[in-house]
């Protein structure tokens, strides 16, 4: 992020700044940016329920990408709403893969299927590695740096979240996953 009046990264501006120090830590610790992205295209399985529930949604949609023969690209979950908010009951998920552009969707094997495009614009971003079940203090920690010290207006996009490596393969303390937050 550059801060106009000064034209510098934010990273070299905190350590410029001796009395900016926990600042400093919380940026390292999570290694946050700010970066555009592209619309991206998905098919997905909408979930509406406790976020840690979603898992069901991703093996079913892992079994018709399976058997389809899917040109998948990446895994995402898209989170619409603020578990701190929303009662577990509510919550509003969904299970993707990213797909071409040009992916027709044909075949959808008796699922409740959607094609959608999480919208592109800019977003803060960090990196998690690490077991899905510990994923919520980061969230927070991620979510109250970006509103707090770093001063940014999360938008109405829902956030998301892309798993790098396979879960069914990989240990647990290995997974990698990417957070994204929209903001304005």
């Known amino acids: 992020m550059k801060l106009p009046e ?20 919380i940026i390292y610790a ?3 940016q700010f970066i555009q992205l592209p619309p991206i295209r998905v098919v997905m399985i909408r979930h509406t329920g406790p976020y840690d529930q979603l898992a069901e949604a991703f093996q079913r949609l892992s079994g018709w ?5 899917v040109p998948s690209k990446r ?14 009951h509510q919550l509003r998920s969904a299970a993707c893969v990213e797909v071409p552009l040009d992916f027709q969707l044909l075949n959808r094997g008796d ?7 999480i919208a592109g614009g800019e977003y803060a971003t960090t990196r998690y590695i690490g077991p899905y079940d510990k994923l919520e203090p980061v969230w927070t920690e991620f979510i109250e740096t ?8 999360i938008s109405q ?5 892309v798993y790098v490596n396979d879960p069914g393969n990989t240990p647990a303390e290995q997974l990698i996953t990417e ?4 903001v304005e």
Not at 75 to 88: R, S
Not at 111 to 117: A, M, T
Request: charged content about 15%.
């Open 146 to 153: 970006v509103v707090g010290p770093l001063a940014r207006r």
């Open 65 to 69: 990408v399976d058997s389809q023969n």
């Open 157 to 161: 996009n829902p956030a998301f979240e």
């Open 75 to 88: 895994w995402i979950g898209i989170y619409w709403d603020n578990p701190q908010e929303t009662p577990a």
């Open 6 to 25: 000064h034209g510098v990264i934010l990273s070299q501006y905190v350590l410029a700044k001796p009395h900016l120090l926990a600042l400093r830590s």
């Open 30 to 32: 999570m290694n946050i």
């Open 111 to 117: 699922l409740p299927l959607d094609r959608h495009e």
């Open 179 to 182: 957070l994204y937050m929209p």
